[in-house]
């Protein structure tokens, strides 16, 4: 079966940037700004407060992991912060081990944070079929799979760019199904919760080919037109052939750039009846053409 919510995340390509153990103790504050990069923390012990840019608060406790797919900057800090605006930055003990607030004694809260990046051409738009913030509460397996990528990323080992890139894989899409449910924020995680949705997002990524109308989405959803429309966009976040056209423009440059196929066949198997159908809507969607695009690629 066709798995959307996997085939995103492959697309992404995720890399990862660095990975680091923090612990904090007594009055803290830390500041971070990162224009839309990803960024995870998985809560190891004790409670600390996170503020991402846009979002109310959230109390993080033992086992919380957040994820926010295009961070542009966030404000973690103690339950009782510093007075004031001031912020710090924390110091290394060792490779990879940071201290934040008070220097000795026991730490208060531990956590692993990191970054990661995504090499797709199309991160911009495939990241707007995510949740902007993800917070599970209470999955230990992802506070692993953050220590696994924190080790690997500073291990000297053989495969070691292949493994990091399959452990930010399951790690992106364990977060994203965990937060499936609970999740408020629309995206595709939250559509594929949706009983009826998930039949029509499922049917369309495993016939992306097809030439679908939004009349046989719905019929796929048991919805009507109307309803699954609005349900759709309201859920997803982008209206239904929105979705469909960022999905097949998706797809055709990854073929552009990875494949060794003529634009009629890459035209058909993203669901365009002909290559000059296919190129007047890859280039108003892209800005160039197809061929234009596969030469740029491959040099």
Known sequence: MVDPLAEVVV???PVARFS????????????????????YCALLEGQCQLTVEGHTAMTLEADDFVLVPAMHSLVSESLEPPKGDASETPIEKSDGHFRVGRQDGA???RMRI??????????ELLVQLLPRVIHVRGERRLATLVQLVGEETRAERMARELVLERLLEVLLIEALRCSAGISTAPGLARGLADERLAYALRAFHARPNHPWT??????????SRSAFFSRFSRTVG?????YVLAWRMALAKRLLRDDNLGIAQIAERVGYSSASTFSVAFT?????SPARYGRVVTT
């Open 20 to 39: 680091k153990l923090v612990e904090g103790a007594g009055a803290w504050r830390i500041r971070r700004s990162n224009i839309g990069e990803p960024f």
């Open 114 to 123: 990191g970054h990661c990046s995504f090499g797709s051409p199309d991160a």
């Open 107 to 109: 730490a208060d809260v």
């Open 238 to 242: 982008l209206a239904p052939m929105e």
């Open 284 to 288: 108003r969607q892209v800005g160039t």
């Open 11 to 13: 697309l992404l390509q």
């Open 214 to 223: 939004i009349i046989e989405l719905a019929s796929e959803a048991a919805l």
